[in-house]
């Protein structure tokens, strides 16, 4: 393991086992090698299930609706790329050249996805006790913040509003691949905002992958009205 990637054990707060986890969590597919989508695959559900235990037990008398916003909110992209940021991911990627000229390592929905893969890594390299203890850790500050009575929305409804008010075409979403057999499937969706360039983003369930396409569209039209 290179030191830099020592580093990285205090900034998450584990120590890998075996080390070859990591090297793959932190894999782009743009990079020769295994990359790191199957282990985002595992994180991904992990993550899931985690935070609705956590937010099932913590909010006993919350509504199934109030509890699915709040997951969504804590599980959604840019949480997640906010922890690839705060772990400072991006100098520990590996990425093509193409990728890495583009600045991938910068790349919300690439620093979202390697966070989820490190979740996987970890479960792999551990087992679900440390994996889960390692994610309550992370999420301390943000499980103590939230509150069914704070207005959770998810991307796609956050879009939606966004275009509405401004009286502009509502998004389409369209999925234009589908890899995987039917119980370890990945959707790619396409998201089209009238007078932009489409957003694709990938996801373990269609919905997923439409509230990460969703994310990406809004976040360009926050920026473009800034300027």
């Keep these: 393991m290179k030191k830099d990637a020592k580093d990285l054990y205090s900034k998450i707060g584990y120590t890998f086992i075996n080390s070859q986890l990591l090297d793959q969590a932190l894999t782009h597919r743009s990079h020769k090698g295994q990359h790191n989508e ?27 609706g109030d509890l699915s916003r709040m997951r969504s909110t804590l599980v959604r992209g840019q949480t997640l790329a906010e922890f690839g940021v705060e772990f400072k991911l991006g100098d520990f990627l ?84 589908t890899k995987g057999q039917a119980h370890n499937q990945m959707f790619t969706v396409e998201c089209i905002v009238e007078g932009m360039d489409s957003f694709t983003c990938a996801g373990t369930s269609r919905r997923k992958a439409e509230q990460k396409s969703a994310e990406l569209a809004l976040h360009k039209l926050k920026n473009e009205a800034k300027k």
């Design 38 to 64: 199957r282990l985002e695959f595992l994180g991904d559900s992990i993550l899931s299930f985690v935070i609705a235990d956590k937010l099932y037990h913590q909010f006993p008398k919350a509504r199934e």
């Design 94 to 177: 590996r990425l093509g050249p193409g990728e890495l000229k583009s600045g991938g390592y910068r790349r919300e929905s690439t620093l979202a996805d390697a966070v989820e893969a490190i979740i996987g890594a970890v479960f792999l390299d551990s087992g679900i006790d440390n994996c889960q203890e390692l994610i309550l850790n992370w999420y301390a500050s943000r499980l103590e913040a939230i509150s069914p009575e704070i207005n959770q929305k998810d991307p796609k409804t956050l879009l939606q509003e966004y275009l509405q008010a401004r009286k502009l075409p509502l998004p389409s979403y369209t999925v234009i691949d």
